[in-house]
């Protein structure tokens, strides 16, 4: 069955009523808080690091105008492309194991159970809780000594490695960590598989579907727009990625957990080089912008809307 | 410990605190159960004290520790600058804990009682947001009109054109005695032939050990004729136990990632890390530092040092905890150790070595900022917070330690709450042991970036000391050739 996709009619915008036109007025209202706010804030520092990244300026000093040399330098800079490296192996580590692991929970927690309300503000309720505390508790669970982990481990007398202390194991740690907050994707997940139309399970019974064809054809095609959401929303965030990693290992053992934002962070404010800090800055957003527009062009193959007509 | 308990008891009933209020300052001295026990028991019983408590001082002082009149002598030095004719406000960037900070107001509202027409804005940042604020305010030519500088970035912040030189002002107080400010102090400070900044205190590195631990393996305390050989025999003598109970001989282990290495870890041996103090050529790979270097590693197999995982959970200093017999900390680290201690612990010199007797010795001044707008102020306010008796009042009697004048050296060692081996660290530094010659040019952050991710391998056991030291060298020498200029 080959069907194509028609071509919409080009349009020109409506002219809007009255009822059409306060909805539009409420919607400007509405978002007006944070276009303001980002104005206000971000706004101008986003444009005025734009310029930095162009000169030679301590923050403490007036800044020098050096071209590209800011762009040019971290070519030759060894450790913008273990940065970027480790950023990188964390964004696809823990995006990849996340959406895995709070899709599976999002399905099991979308079960008809006695006590599933409890259920899923059990699991929701680690990405509550407080940056600081997470990393203090998983320093202590990943302890090579006598951490939870280790110590299971022992049980069955397997010698667990020095998780946060060998650079090998460092970085698989964070992104093992960063399960923790997995509730906060699986409420999205959640929200979406309850919107999968049943007559849809339905149809696939009647054409004899088992379990597993239900899933892979009704299920992850329905979901894949939420599945899209959450990679690239979850792999800017990671990629962003920096309190926790400054807390629990400071870029530690041997650079191995040096991510992009703890080099940007120790470039700008304990090396006072914020020139270079900003071409730094503005780098990550090109590589995120790159690494989006990808996730968008892979989608068309494999996202489906609703109402879309694939061939 | 429990006759400091007993006299801070006393204190506080004196002042009029309720047993209640002295729970909640043994809570925020971090003072444990027993302590508290101590405490709320030395108090007798709840009913409030007859005598007032001492008017507060710009409000949240009553719950200092510290007497507001204690430690003050009133030889408050007379500026040769005028006070200003009319009101004006200085704001003065401090780091201090929430302990500690109470007495900065209680030194700003004596202050502000003998100038009237000075107002003190005190701004008490947290350490680990200190330096992104005040760049930020740099930046945005907003810094306060007094500033608190440490060693590490003093140099970088002075040459960046941050404060304004304080020759002149000096030039005018007939008083004003350099000799009595001891020799390290000054060092970080100064630059292209003037003085940036006055330097509130100096510490050497001290030997704190834990003498429950000497005294349960019947091994006698540190003292003068201790040499690092002895240390390291003791240090492994004391090394027992396993897992979450292990006692570890020594606290840390040299590592090029620290700029401070090199006094205690290496002079002793007759090696150097940087060629001080131009720290224009790097020396950690020569014969004499490796074989340093291996010595050191030597208490790591043998598991006589904390490995980083067992330090990553605790607090600073990790000595507090009472797992460590021995560890080597500035004076600074006096009042975590005081308050957070349940046991037993002095201080000692750190112990000569078999070519020089030496330790390292740093410390953090004030400067004024270029952005004051009331220069004048900001320096009546500095020649008496940092003079012998601001720096009695506010660091040697409360037994904080180090001050860098000479002159308030007798109210530390008279403290209270100062260790009672406190005349060591005045030792180290009146007999030449500490040395200021540490890493503080502005190069200095990134060569101890550059090098101790390098180092972390041989904490791993993934690298020889020789390799990762030759590494050190490879990854450093560039950084620092622009010191060659």
């Known amino acids: 069955m080959a069907i194509t996709t028609p071509t919409p009619p080009k349009t020109t915008r409506p002219k809007l009523g009255g009822m059409a036109r306060k909805e539009e007025l409420a919607f400007y209202l509405f978002i007006s808080p944070w276009i303001i706010g980002f104005l206000l804030f971000d706004a101008g520092a986003i444009f005025a690091s734009f310029a930095i990244s162009f000169t030679n300026w301590s923050a403490l000093s007036t800044p020098s105008f050096t071209g590209v040399e800011n762009y040019t330098k971290l070519i030759n800079d060894s450790l913008f492309y273990k940065a970027m490296g480790n950023s990188l192996y964390y964004g696809l580590g823990s995006v990849g194991l996340g959406t895995i692991v709070s899709f599976l929970l999002a399905l099991l927690l979308n079960q008809d159970v006695k006590g599933m309300a409890l259920f899923r503000t059990i699991f929701y309720l680690p990405s509550v809780v407080s940056g600081i505390a997470v990393a203090i508790l998983w320093i202590m669970i990943l302890h090579q000594d006598f951490g939870l982990i280790n110590s299971f481990l022992a049980f069955f007398g397997i010698k667990g490695p020095g998780w946060l202390v060998q650079p090998e194991w460092a970085m698989p740690s964070l992104i093992l960590m960063s399960l923790w907050s997995a509730g906060g994707a699986m409420v999205i997940y959640l929200a979406g598989l309850q919107s999968v139309p049943i007559h849809l399970y339905e149809a696939a019974e009647i054409d004899g579907a088992d379990t597993f064809q239900k899933f892979w054809n009704v299920t992850v095609p329905m979901m894949s727009p939420v599945i899209l959401y959450n990679l690239i929303v979850g792999f800017i965030a990671s990629i962003q990625g920096f309190v926790l990693v400054y807390i629990m290992t400071n870029g530690g053992p041997a650079n191995a957990t040096l991510v992009y934002g703890l080099y940007i962070y120790r470039t700008a404010f304990i090396n006072f080089q914020m020139g270079y800090a900003s071409a730094l800055a503005w780098v990550l957003l090109v590589v995120i912008i790159i690494i989006t527009v990808i996730q968008f062009t892979v989608a068309r193959y494999w996202v489906y809307y609703e109402g879309d007509v694939k061939q | 410990m429990a006759r400091h308990e007993e006299e801070l008891a006393r204190e506080l009933r004196r002042r009029g605190y309720s047993r209640r209020d002295v729970l909640r300052i043994g809570l925020q001295l971090g003072l444990g159960a027993a302590s508290m026990g101590m405490l709320l028991a030395a108090c007798g019983s709840s009913e409030p004290a007859a005598e007032p408590a001492a008017e507060p001082a710009a409000e949240p002082a009553k719950e200092s520790i510290f007497d507001i009149n204690s430690g003050n002598s009133g030889n408050w030095p007379k500026s040769a600058v005028a006070d200003p004719g009319s009101k004006v406000e200085i704001s003065v960037g401090h780091t201090w804990d929430a302990v500690f900070f109470e007495r900065q107001l209680q030194f700003d509202k004596l202050f502000m009682e003998r100038h009237p027409n000075i107002v003190v804005k005190a701004e008490n940042t947290p350490w680990g947001e200190f330096r992104q604020k005040y760049t930020a305010a740099a930046a945005g030519n907003a810094l306060p009109d007094l500033l608190y500088t440490q060693f590490s970035w003093a140099q970088e912040t002075i040459r960046s054109g941050m404060y304004i030189a304080l020759d002149d002002y000096i030039a005018k107080e007939a008083d004003f005695n350099f000799d009595d400010f001891t020799k390290p102090s000054l060092v970080s400070y100064q630059y292209d032939g003037k003085l940036w900044g006055i330097p509130y205190d100096e510490g050497p590195g001290n030997l704190y050990y834990n003498k429950d631990i000497f005294d349960a393996a019947g091994e006698a305390y540190p003292d003068d004729t201790w040499d690092l050989e002895k240390l390291k025999q003791v240090a492994i003598k004391l090394t027992s136990g396993e897992g979450p109970n292990k006692i570890f001989g ?79 900390q500035g004076s600074w680290a006096t009042p975590p150790i005081a308050a957070g201690s349940k046991f037993n612990w002095d201080i000692a010199k750190w112990p000569k070595g078999p070519k020089a007797h030496s330790t390292f010795s740093a410390g953090s001044a004030y400067m004024i900022t270029r952005d004051s707008k009331n220069v004048d102020a900001a320096w009546i306010y500095m020649n008496e917070y940092l003079s012998t008796a601001g720096q009695t009042y506010m660091w040697a009697s409360t037994g904080r330690g180090s001050p860098s004048r000479l002159s308030a050296w007798p109210a530390y060692l008279g403290s209270e709450f100062a260790p009672p081996g406190a005349k060591n660290v005045e030792e180290a530094m009146s007999k030449g042991i500490g040395t200021h010659d540490i890493i503080d040019q502005p190069t200095g952050p990134r060569v101890t970036q550059a090098a101790g991710p390098i180092w972390d391998l041989v904490v791993a056991g993934q690298k020889s000391v020789k390799e990762a030291l030759d590494e050190v060298f490879a990854a450093v020498d560039p950084i620092i050739a622009e010191n060659r200029g």
Do not use: H
């Open chain 2, 250 to 328: 020594l606290g840390e282990l040299p590592s090029p990632g620290d700029s401070l290495m090199a006094p205690n870890y290496l002079f002793p041996f007759g090696a150097q890390y940087l060629s001080e103090p131009k720290e224009d050529q790097c020396l950690i790979n020569t014969p004499e530092a490796v074989t340093a270097m291996e010595w050191w590693e030597e208490l790591r197999t043998k598991g006589a040092v904390p490995s980083p995982a067992d330090l990553q959970n605790v607090a600073w200093p990790a000595f507090q905890f009472g797992k460590i017999a021995m560890t080597l």
